[in-house]
């Protein structure tokens, strides 16, 4: 088999777990390929293992440790939309490539006291971490139980959402894990996919479906909803108790209290299969991504969008809003993960498929004008801010984990 190949089948799985992949179709396509940025193949294959196709025309681009230098002065694949944007570009920083080789790469989350990475790769059931201070990359933790989102709150302590336990958990300092949430009025919850602090105590997460699949988690008990036929059998190769459980609840976002009271928070009629959150910086907003119809779902499912909310004294959610479709030049730049920098300009990860050029990261200001976007040769599925001084923008691709250093701070820990 071809490297071409190879390649080609390869993403076609990482891109599998997203339904949302499609919506650009094959008029985007032909749009992107008229365009001067578009991909261009170079004369001849390169020796040696297949790489991702260049973001840009020329050069051609290789986002690796190794690769040729590729700075004029800004990365040409951090692009300016809106001059605003330049206040928020860091000059002479490379995007770059750290690691590749997870099957789906999810819920980056910076230590800021270890002064490590943390992150997910869903189908390979594990946790890794990147040491800022030499590079290096370990598994973390294994078995993960199909984690997705990351994060750690306020006193540094790390929280997962698990997809094979369809659970919230947090680390302690101690060693110990706690279980955070894992029902809500006596329901089994979906999947929880992402999760945030909230500096007086709670946490906030959201619950959609995806790890009701056998890449990411464990399908329904034969009769629910993503095994309605019961042909599959969810317990094949789990842990004893694990695939026993059926799909009960909508696709909501909750409040876990400090009390550990569990709290609705945004309903499934609200925002549909809710994926990645996040706060403004005075925490008066809420940003909800909708993401694509998942395994069970019913309705027609989210259509890529990012929501917005007014957050009350009472942690009460009003004033809902559509912030963005994340339509950019006709092109579905579907979303992810979100984080809020100082500034409140919302930064959001771009799934754009077989759309070359638009995967990556788009740039939104507070009210809700695309002002940047960062150009990636996979599509991304999460972001967070990083480094000591938290100027480090992580993106987890697909298979990869990449960086860039920005001109402005992340709002939030972890």
Known sequence: MSSSKRFEDKSKAALSRRALVGVAG??????????????QPPAAAPAGPATP???????????????????YFTDPDVLTVDPSFDALKQPNAPIQRLWTGALWAEGPAWNAQGRYLVWSDIPNNRQLRWLEDNGRVSVFRSPSNNSNG????????????????????????????????EAFEGKKLNSPND?????????????P????????????????????????????????????????????????DPSGRLDLVVTEDQVPDPNGLCFSPDYKTLYVVSTGKGPGDK????????????????????NKKLFSDCMVDNIKCGPDGVRCDVFGNVWASSNAGRNVGYSGVTVWNPAGKLIGRIRLPEVCGN???????????FMAGSQSLYAVYTAVQGAAPG
């Open 209 to 256: 479906p995806y790890g009701g699949q056998l890449y990411e988690g464990a399908p329904d008990a034969a009769g629910g909803p993503s095994n309605p036929d019961g042909k599959i059998n969810p317990t094949l190769g789990q842990p004893a108790g694990i695939g026993t459980a059926k799909r009960e609840l909508p696709t909501n976002c909750y409040r876990i």
């Open 299 to 318: 309705g027609p499912g989210g259509k890529g969008e990012i929501y917005s909310f007014t957050v009350g004294t009472d942690n009460k959610l009003s």
């Open 53 to 71: 196709p260049s973001t840009i025309t020329t050069p051609p681009r290789d986002f690796g440790p190794n690769g040729q230098p590729n700075v």
């Open 26 to 39: 094959a008029g985007a396509a032909t749009l992107v390929a008229g365009r001067a940025f578009a991909q």
């Open 195 to 207: 999760v945030v602090p909230h500096p007086d105590g709670s946490y906030w997460f959201t619950d």
């Open 383 to 393: 972001i967070c801010f990083g480094g000591p001084k938290r100027n480090r923008l």
């Open 150 to 181: 990351n994060t750690f709150d306020f006193q540094g302590r790390q929280l997962s959402c698990e997809h094979l336990t369809r659970r919230v958990v947090r680390y302690e300092l101690d060693g110990s894990v706690k279980v955070m949430a």
